[in-house]
């Protein structure tokens, strides 16, 4: 293998890491938020409405997300 | 992580396999601060839930909340990634 083709594979490796620590960093940032949004008292499960609200919950904090940058956006 | 022109030199001249050790102990970098990070969160808001009053030691009480909300935080967590996952096909389909 040549030298600059082992080195873009290395490159390649180095950015799928990066992408997966940035997932894994906003399902621990998502979880966070949204565990102080839903979750009261620990039982012995997570109730319907807990459940149903952490998804919604995540979905709405995605979308407000996109809906704050596409407002910036237009500012600039 | 950004790599340096240097680093990159140095990793351009390693062996295939040493190559391979270098992948593996970045792979193990990562998922310990995963794990680091994820212990921290749940420390936190297990001890913010169960731990309402700091007592002289943490009482059986205490211990049963800490494991429950441990689980539920890693259910939470779950919920969250499978949100994730379904919102992404939902967008590329």
Known sequence: MSEANSNS????????ENQKAAIQAAISKLTETCWDKCVGKPG???DRAESECIANCAERFLDSSSFIMQRLMKKQ | MDLDKETIERISKLSPE?????EERVRNEMLRQVFQELV???SEKCFLKCITKPGS???SSEQTCLAKCMDRYLDAMGIVSKTLIERSSR???
């Open chain 2, 18 to 22: 040493e190559r391979n050790q270098v």
């Open chain 1, 9 to 16: 594979e290395f490159q390649t490796f180095i950015e799928q």
């Open chain 1, 44 to 46: 012995s499960k997570l």
């Open chain 2, 40 to 42: 921290q969160n749940i």
């Open chain 2, 57 to 59: 030691s943490l009482t």
């Open chain 2, 91 to 93: 967008n590329s389909s």
